[in-house]
């Protein structure tokens, strides 16, 4: 896969580690754009600003922080979706979720600073927009927060107004070779309905990856999920698909897939997405996955 970041994103992944370079971090930060696109960068800055040992403005990947980042389980990193918002509405994160939030970040972080990232913060209501104001324009220690949404209008102005607001282009799917390996002969072993431990032995490569484990699960996911969704359009959504359309075996396997076995592929790659964005084990999260599809 060639790198598909456009330059308007290279130009704010530049000015982000120049910023994390100054040392002069903003207390808030808005990142608007597709999913895949603000939560890559929200996770990279979060991961960045964590990092005990910063290289040129990014995360080492190596030192503690940025071990426990990637495994899901750093103390100082708080992550709010509508899943996981807590007693929230289904269709909106309620004012609930930002007190819940600031309760949090009273306590006294384990390192220098929390840093919150609010996923979805198009779909805060009202009322929790006006109470995060609050935390905005005063912010608890050190802490960073890092606000990824849809679009910009779906948030007070005078929210927008404290933060640092970029804006990102959708850089399409990116993922290594052996990444992409691994996604298609997953997905191999879906179609042809292989045992459980099959499944499990193939993702077993992307569990041991010492570096951005989690980043490499998710790019796994996205490109399993990708090839679902190109087996429901088959044949005809395939041909523009980065990752099906010169796979030799794709057209075979899509004969053994009908729309519900995609459907539930499609399904289960979104939960264990979620899972994996919200913290949950990368390991277990795949190992349920297996399960799921089998
Ligand atoms: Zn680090």
Redesign the pocket.
């Known amino acids: 896969m060639s790198s598909a970041e456009t330059s308007r994103n290279s130009a704010v992944a530049a000015q982000l580690r120049s910023l994390l370079n100054s040392g002069r971090l903003v207390h808030a930060f808005l990142f608007v754009g597709t999913k895949d696109i603000r939560l890559q960068t929200g996770n990279d800055l979060a991961r960045a600003i964590l ?4 290289e040129d403005g990014g ?5 503690p ?2 071990r426990k980042f990637d495994h899901g389980n750093h103390e100082d990193f708080l992550y709010l979706d509508l899943e996981t918002a807590p007693g929230s509405a289904k269709t909106q994160i309620g004012v609930d979720a930002v007190e819940h939030l600031q309760e949090q970040l009273k306590l006294k972080p384990f390192g220098k600073r929390h840093v919150v990232l609010i996923e979805e913060a198009h779909l805060l209501n009202t009322a929790a927009q006006n109470k995060l104001l609050k935390t905005l324009e005063e912010p608890a220690g050190d802490s960073v927060l890092i606000l990824l949404a849809e679009k910009k209008d779906a948030l007070l102005p005078t929210v927008v107004s404290r933060c640092s607001t970029y804006f990102l282009e959708d850089g399409g799917f990116e993922a290594d070779e052996a990444i992409v390996a691994v996604a298609r002969d997953f997905f191999r072993l879906f179609a042809e309905k292989s045992l459980f431990y099959h499944k499990r032995d193939c993702v077993k490569s992307i569990l041991e990856e010492k570096n951005d484990p989690r980043g490499k699960a998710l790019c796994f996911l996205q490109a399993f999920q990708l090839l679902s969704r190109d087996a429901l359009l088959s044949p005809y959504g395939a041909q523009n698909s980065p990752l099906s359309a010169d796979w030799a075996l794709f057209g075979e396997l899509c004969d053994k897939i009908d729309q519900q076995a995609a459907d539930r592929a499609i399904s289960a790659a979104d939960a264990a997405i979620r899972s994996v964005r919200a913290g949950y084990n990368t390991g277990y999260t795949l190992k349920k996955l297996c399960l799921d599809l089998t």
């Open positions: 990092c005990e040992t910063p995360a080492c990947g190596t030192c922080s940025c």
